[in-house]
């Protein structure tokens, strides 16, 4: 007696799959949302405050 080899997957079980790799993808996304917000990128600490119009008035 032989099995049947059913190839074709059940609906059930893709969209079983297709949840699990959804909740794996979300959970990193979140991994690494979290890990950057524990860098400290550096910021400038002077405000730069240079007059451009002399450069815009040349433009036109």
């Known amino acids: ?4 080899f059913n ?5 059930k079980d893709s969209l079983l799959q ?3 790799k959804l909740i794996v993808f979300v959970g990193i996304f979140v991994v690494i949302v979290f890990l950057l917000e ?4 550096s910021k400038p600490d002077k405000k730069f405050n240079t007059d ?3 450069e815009i008035i040349r433009l036109k």
């Not at 007696?1 to 049947?4: A, F, G, R, S, V």
């Open 7 to 11: 190839r074709q997957k059940s609906l």
């Open 18 to 20: 297709k949840l699990v």
């Open 38 to 41: 524990k860098i400290n990128f």
């Open 52 to 54: 451009i119009t002399n």
């Open 1 to 4: 007696m032989q099995l049947k």
